[in-house]
């Protein structure tokens, strides 16, 4: 009995060892890689309540360049009106005259040329003055002695030129503007507003100056947008001025016509004659 006793006790011994071993194992350093490398590309599939966010691409500035695009398209249209206003309004409209600036005179004037035959002649025309424009514009007739011929002149004095349509020939003449012959609108329309109650003019007196043509013009917007609307669609030529205040006798030596006019107190015969 005792030594079967004695063996159980070393049987329970025994088996409670091998319940507290610890097996030790060792793996290779290259069978498995660290957490820290798992592959970005991996999709990671969430778990239940968890939303799925997938990278998405940047947003490019779309609506800013369509802002800047739509920006720069109304600018460039309202520019366009109204340059095209400006330019149909100046160029091809007649402007309206005020009443008050609109004068339509007949001046007596003697012609020493002429004084023995026929004395006093008259001159009619029709002025419009534009203050605010600075430009004159002058109407003439056929006169009734003949003579001369009918025109259509503009002075410019914003430009400094002087525009001659002479409607006989349907041709037009530029020049410089004279401002020793040709009062300034503010001037000439102070003159003929004394003048309005009456329909003549003081009893005055003629001059001439001669005027040569130089050669065609070309370019029409040049002139300014009054003599280019007067002028458009006509022959144009350039004048030079020469011997004024001096009689011409021989005035059949050359192809030479006139225009009588009247922009200050006396009367102005403009003779105008081609290059030979």
Not at 68 to 87: D, K, Q, W, Y
Request: hydrophobic letters at 35%.
């Amino acid at each position: 009995m005792v030594a079967h006793s004695a063996l159980n006790q070393i049987g329970n011994i025994i088996s409670a060892h091998r319940v507290n071993m610890v097996k030790i194992t060792f793996q290779p350093v290259s069978a498995q890689k660290p957490e820290k490398d798992i592959d970005e590309d991996k999709i990671i599939i969430p778990q239940v309540g968890e939303q799925l966010v997938l990278p998405g691409k940047p947003k490019k500035p779309f609506s800013t360049g369509l802002c800047c695009i739509t920006l720069g398209l109304v600018v460039f249209m309202s520019g366009l009106v109204l340059a095209s206003i400006f330019v149909y309004r100046y160029y091809y409209i007649p402007q309206q005259i005020p009443e008050d600036s609109l004068f339509h005179c007949r001046v007596v004037y003697e012609d020493s040329m002429y004084a023995p035959l026929r004395g006093w002649q008259e001159l009619e025309e029709n002025v419009g003055i534009f203050l605010d424009d600075n430009y004159e514009q002058i109407s003439v007739p056929v006169p009734h002695f003949g003579g001369s011929d009918p025109a259509d002149i503009i002075h410019d004095f914003q430009r400094g030129l002087t525009a001659y349509h002479d409607i006989a020939l349907d041709k037009c003449y530029i020049t410089e503007l004279n401002t020793t012959l040709v009062m300034p609108p503010r001037n000439l329309w102070e003159l003929l507003v004394n003048v309005k109650r009456g329909t003549y003019l003081p009893q005055t007196y003629i001059i001439q100056e001669e005027m040569m043509v130089t050669g065609r013009v070309r370019n029409m917007r040049q002139l300014g947008p009054f003599i280019h609307r007067l002028c458009y669609g006509k022959e144009t030529y350039r004048l030079r001025r020469r011997n004024q205040y001096r009689r011409i006798e021989r005035r059949e030596t050359r192809k030479c016509h006139s225009i009588r006019h009247f922009e200050n107190t006396f009367v102005v015969e403009t003779v105008i004659c081609d290059r030979v």
